[in-house]
Nanobody, 115 residues
Framework: QVRLVESGGGLVQAGGSLRLSCVASGRNFSRYVMYWFRQAPGKEREFVASIKGSASGTHYADSVKGRFTISRDNAKNTMYLQMNNLKPEDTAVYYC????????WGQGTQVTVSS
C-alpha cells in the first residue's frame, strides 16, 4: 500500500506562489497516476490536477488552469504542484493521491491565501 506525505503549504498573500510536494513510498511509484485534490471548509473535495506515471499526460481543473502546474520526479518518488497567482478562493487543505489498485490519500497540507 502506497503511503503519501504532503508538504509545502502555508500562508501567502493573494498573487503569491507556493510549491507543494508529495513524497510517496512504494516500489512502483512510476506506475501510479497521481492526483492533487483540495477541500475547503464546508465544501466537497474537488479535483485540482493529475499526472500519469510517465508524466506524458496531465489534466487540470478549469479553476486552476494557467496558474498551477503539476509535475513529478520519479527518481525521487515525488510529485509537485507549483501554484502561482494564488487567490483567496484557493484556500483549502490540499491532498495528494495515488492510484495503486485503488485510490490512496495523504493527510493533506493547509494552504491559506489572504486578500
Amino acid at each position: 500500500q502506497v503511503r503519501l506525505v504532503e508538504s509545502g503549504g502555508g500562508l501567502v498573500q493573494a498573487g503569491g506562489s507556493l510549491r507543494l510536494s508529495c513524497v510517496a513510498s512504494g516500489r512502483n511509484f512510476s506506475r501510479y497516476v497521481m492526483y492533487w485534490f483540495r477541500q475547503a471548509p464546508g465544501k466537497e473535495r474537488e479535483f485540482v490536477a493529475s499526472i500519469k506515471g510517465s508524466a506524458s499526460g496531465t489534466h487540470y481543473a478549469d479553476s486552476v488552469k494557467g496558474r498551477f502546474t503539476i509535475s513529478r520526479d520519479n527518481a525521487k518518488n515525488t510529485m509537485y504542484l507549483q501554484m502561482n497567482n494564488l487567490k483567496p478562493e484557493d484556500t483549502a487543505v490540499y491532498y495528494c493521491s495515488a492510484d495503486d489498485e485503488g485510490i490512496h490519500w495523504g493527510q493533506g497540507t493547509q494552504v491559506t491565501v489572504s486578500s
